[in-house]
């Protein structure tokens, strides 16, 4: 369970996406996650799981949340140490920060549990929902995102197109590239847009420095690189701009890179 010393919620934070956002850590006394992707700012997953369970009582949130600077934040959102729908309580939690805050909550997901109708109903809760979707065979899947046992592309997909159909609110996807996919590799990627049907398409590169291990700030936007710290080789932004461009036509569904600003969140 989380201490004091575990603040689970963090920011504000600048988001290029998303504004002024402030973070909300349902899992903060370790980094759990049913991935672990070769890219991921947390540095380690210590915990590499798909099964629900509370890890910071609801209460514990909420009198973090009072304590921190929300009244200035343009939306509330759900990330931090892992994969937020882990958190058995988070439909319990956006409902008390709605009724607390009334700001619009955002939701960042690996996508993994959306084929259970109990977390699509809880992530349903939030006005906006973003869904990482880095694979386009189960090859790349198990390159990149190194999922929890039991996790295939097949599984998320069918999690995602059913959220899509039962979801009122925005739901973007959001896709981390590290090299430029074959052109056979973007049109397979597209294809798994076109089913879905998102109202946008985020794609990046990892630009944020990694620690050698995780550490509780890892979920804030860390700049530069701190000593211990390293980042990785990826493609050069402008071709993850042409990949969109690409994408978009493929598509018809809007896409969009940080790369017009400063790299951020
Ligand atoms: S889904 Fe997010 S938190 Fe989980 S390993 Fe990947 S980048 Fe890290």
């Known amino acids: 369970m989380a201490d004091a010393e575990h603040n689970s919620i963090y920011g504000p934070v600048d988001s290029w996406r998303l504004g002024r956002s402030l973070g909300v850590d349902v899992l903060c006394v370790d980094s759990i996650c049913s991935f672990e992707c070769v890219y991921c700012q947390l540095g380690k997953i210590n915990r590499v799981t798909s099964e629900r369970a509370v890890y910071v009582p609801t209460e514990k949130v909420i009198s973090d949340l009072r ?140 630009l944020r420095p990694i620690p050698s291990e995780w550490v509780l700030e890892s979920r804030g936007n860390i700049t530069g690189r701190p000593e211990g710290m390293h980042v990785l080789k990826t493609m050069e932004p402008s071709e993850a701009g042409e990949i969109g461009s690409r994408i978009a036509g493929l598509t018809g569904i809007r896409v969009i890179t940080p790369f017009d600003r400063p790299p951020q969140n």
């Open 67 to 206: 304590n921190a600077d929300w009244q200035s934040a343009d939306v509330i959102t759900f990330s931090g140490s892992g994969e937020p729908t882990l958190a058995a309580n988070l439909g319990e939690i956006i409902t008390a920060i709605r009724d607390l805050t009334g700001k619009p909550i955002a939701i960042l997901t690996n996508s993994t549990l959306l084929g259970d109708a109990i977390v699509r109903a809880e992530a349903g809760l939030a006005d906006r929902v973003y869904c990482k979707l880095d694979a386009w065979s189960e090859d790349s899947l198990r390159r990149v995102d190194r999922p929890a046992a039991g996790v295939s592309l097949g599984s998320i997909v069918s999690g995602i197109r059913q959220f899509r159909k039962e979801y009122k609110g925005f739901l973007g996807i959001q896709t981390m590239l590290l090299t430029r996919p074959a052109d056979a590799d973007i049109e397979r990627l597209a294809e798994l847009y076109r089913v879905i049907g998102p109202d946008e398409i985020e794609l990046n590169i990892p």
